[in-house]
């Protein structure tokens, strides 16, 4: 982590667990009347009345999910709370709360802390959500933060990754692969910088594959979106590990096959470009990268009509019987045996 040397730093020792805990929640506002009783008491209390919960948690983890080399802590704290609500919309619900738990070493003055909450607070604003708890304590490996996040549905609007049916439409939304590359572009210059600390990197041509990387977005938009469309998913997941793992998790949990066409993933030129750069392969990027947290969802053919002029959303492959297997059809028409090879956690 680079330090300005001048900059103040507060021990997080002079404030405490509580005081700690204080300062750094108390500009969270509430905004739904679901949230009964937040931060200040043994629980949060919550009333969902007659809608049912959804409840997802993320744990990231210093050294294994991201670099403070080149991770600005605001940005982290951002995409915390993102990873988390995207699971959320994932099951087509409404995100409403979130916990945020940090375990933080001796290293981190308070002022680091502020820009992480910073973060935190800019993303609970955006995606309207309410933060009603959580715990910090100390580590002796860095950083850890774990966000729970909570989410609320109406009674039979939920969505599964195990409904998707053979005749079905895989969607994606967004573009693939553009968070993995952004990722290289960091990991570079890092080693540029190592050899030369007072080199500074010109960023500006991969501006967009960076912001992927670092201030990730959910699709919050794309839940309204269908519902507005009168599109019911039949399965849905969001892009986490990788398209080619995302689309063997629905294959194997709604017991199908899939086609998915290599000319119809979408990719950003930007994303093309460095590929070109790193002499990497797109196709490969989008299918293995992860990290996207776009949402990948089937529909019924009945419904292409509703959603195929929207710019947002594409028809990538098409599901069939599980005996057909899954595969990916190159623009040469042959086909692939898809493997998962995105992210995965414990490999040596």
Known sequence: MI??????????????????????????????????????????????KNKKIVVT???LV??????????????????????????????????????VSIAVSNRFPLEALEDLYAGIETAANIYDIDVVGGDTTSSTTGLLISV?????????????????????????????????????????????????PNSQPDLEAYSY???????????KDIIKLLKDLKVKPSSMIDISDGLSSEIIHLCK?????CDLYEEKIPLDPQLISTCEEFNIDSTTVALNGGEDYELLFTISQEDYSKIKANPNLTVIGYMKEERDGIHLVTRADTKIPIKAQGWKNFNA
């Open 3 to 48: 330090e300005d040397k001048n900059q103040q730093r507060t021990q997080l020792s002079d404030l405490g667990e509580f005081g700690l805990i204080d300062h750094l929640t108390k500009n969270f506002k509430i905004n739904h009347k679901s949230t009964v009783k937040a931060i200040g008491d043994d629980a949060a209390v919550l009333d969902f």
């Open 57 to 59: 948690t993320d744990l």
């Open 62 to 99: 210093e050294g294994v999910h991201f670099d403070l080399s080149y991770m600005p802590l605001k940005h982290l704290g951002y995409k915390a709370v993102i990873v988390n609500l995207s699971d959320v919309y994932a099951m087509n619900a409404k995100a409403t709360q979130i916990t």
């Open 148 to 196: 729970t996040a909570i989410g609320e549905v109406e009674s039979d609007d939920e969505v599964y990754r195990n409904g998707a049916k053979s005749s079905d439409l895989l969607v994606v939304t967004g573009d693939l692969g553009a968070a993995y590359m952004g990722l290289q572009v960091l990991e570079r210059e890092k080693e540029v910088y190592k050899v030369n």
């Open 209 to 219: 594959i960076i912001e992927r990387q670092l201030k990730p977005e959910a699709r």
């Open 253 to 257: 949990q709604s017991k199908v096959g």
